[in-house]
């Protein structure tokens, strides 16, 4: 651990700028390699807790032996959590696998047992689980501090939406029940703890852009690199709004619904709440700009309904001109797009109904808007299969003039997404017709 800071410590920026620093080579090692020590240790941890001696009426050394190990790996993690730079290196799955083991751990009712005799020799301690407990509350505070900003929204509102997907009546029935509400409460604490200060957090990063009247928001700005210390707790907008996609996709607004009675459900529909609150945030600051990051519900709708969006027709204007936002054809095309998405997706119909409490020309996305979602979508799509990570891999393609990039080329003169592509495809929609 020592060796590694070591190694950090000695990297300088670039003298080629800093928008370098972020790739030098250790950078780049370090980045495909701390996540996996993190998971083995989260795994390994969870081993060292779950796994009890063959003689439990005795302390063994097999048993002092998880102890030390419990010790060695929460003192590992807590290091690696509290480097701001090995943090923010550690990508969505390893973070899963971390963040979830480290709640489960606080939610466990060995954990929480009174401190005497018997359970000590049951758990095998002599006491080490108050230091365990007040351990592993530090090394989630660190993640909630340090860890990518993104990364950690993403990773806590999929383990929410695990721990509620099936609801729990008030009170719990079962022991199991039990622990699953206590999980997605820890979980729903730390969103909310992250929250906070999110309105101040999205001002810093976004500043006024609404009233400067600007029409593209820049890809450092909107979409900030993962790993990049010198932009946290900046976040990038993309990943926010899929993962509430996701989350109103797997539990929809009408079974909320059916859960706001908390006499008889357990939290009501606090999470759907909390979920909401943070993308609120977002528009909120963005107004109408925040179409621009709508790409990776595209692509998520796309997939999972073939054909249901199709290509856009062929303008008379390049790709990029202003003119080509009141082009007949385009907007015939942007409104086919808008409406069949608002009936795919709660979140962009979410979107669209509490834009235009702003202003009614907020409520759907522009041509060039919609364009440059559809290029993050193709991007994603182009990406499926390289990576399981959600969170760091987005880049906002700019609305200005120029050619489109070589992923959503057609040979239709002006055409920017590919007939051809596995997106694109025009196959029977699931379930809806195209």
Not at 154 to 174: D, E, F, G, K, Y
Not at 191 to 207: I, M, N
Not at 272 to 288: D, E, F, N, P, S
Request: hydrophobic share 40%; glycine share 6%.
């Amino acid at each position: 651990m020592e060796r590694l800071q070591g190694l950090l410590d000695i990297i300088e920026p670039p003298t080629a700028g800093a928008e370098a620093y972020a790739h030098t080579p250790v950078l780049d090692s370090i980045r495909k390699n701390v996540g996996n020590i993190t998971s083995a240790l989260a795994v390994q941890l969870r081993w060292a807790f779950t796994t009890t001696s063959t003689d439990p009426s005795m302390v063994s050394p097999f048993q002092s032996m998880l102890i030390n190990i419990r010790k060695l790996s929460l003192h590992l993690l807590l290091g690696i959590f509290d480097d701001r730079r090995l943090a923010q290196c550690v990508r969505e799955d390893a973070l899963l696998t971390v963040v979830e083991e480290m709640i489960r751990r606080l939610v466990d009712p060995l954990l929480k047992r009174d401190d005497d005799a018997d359970s000590k020799v049951a758990r095998g301690s002599v006491p080490n689980y108050e230091w365990a407990t007040k351990s592993l509350n530090a090394i989630v505070v660190k993640i909630l501090d340090k860890a990518d900003r993104t990364t950690v929204y993403v990773v806590l509102i999929r383990l929410l939406q695990s721990s509620m997907a099936v609801p729990v009546p008030n009170p719990p029935p079962t022991d199991s029940d039990t622990q699953r509400v206590e999980f997605g409460d820890l979980a729903m604490r730390c969103l909310w703890r992250l929250t906070k200060p999110l309105e101040q957090e999205l001002q810093v990063q976004f500043g006024d852009l609404v009233a400067s009247g600007i029409t593209n928001v820049p890809a450092s700005v909107g979409s900030p690199e993962f790993g990049d210390i010198r932009k946290h707790p900046f976040i990038r907008i993309d990943p926010i709004l899929r993962i509430t996609h996701r989350f109103f996709e797997h539990v929809p607004d009408r079974e909320w619904r059916k859960r706001e009675d908390r006499s008889a459900w357990m939290f009501g529909d606090l999470p759907k709440r909390t979920v909401k609150t943070i993308g609120h945030m977002a528009l909120c600051r963005l107004r109408g700009l925040v179409w621009q990051f709508t790409g990776l519900i595209l692509h998520d709708v796309i997939t999972e309904h073939p054909g249901l969006i199709h290509p856009p027709p062929l303008s008379k204007f390049p790709e990029g001109s202003p003119a080509q936002d009141s082009d007949p054809a385009m907007l015939g095309w942007l409104s086919d797009v808008h409406t069949k998405m608002s009936q795919a997706s709660e979140t962009w119909a979410y979107l669209q109904s509490s834009l235009s409490t702003f202003d009614e020309s907020y409520a759907r996305p522009t041509v060039s808007q919609l364009m440059a979602a559809l290029r993050v979508a193709q991007a994603a799509a182009d990406d499926d299969g390289d990576s399981d990570d959600d969170s760091s891999s987005v880049t906002v393609g700019g609305l200005g003039a120029g050619a489109p990039p070589a992923y959503a080329r057609d040979s239709r003169p002006g055409s920017v997404v590919s007939s051809s592509s596995p997106l694109m495809q025009a196959r029977q929609p699931l379930g809806m017709s195209a």
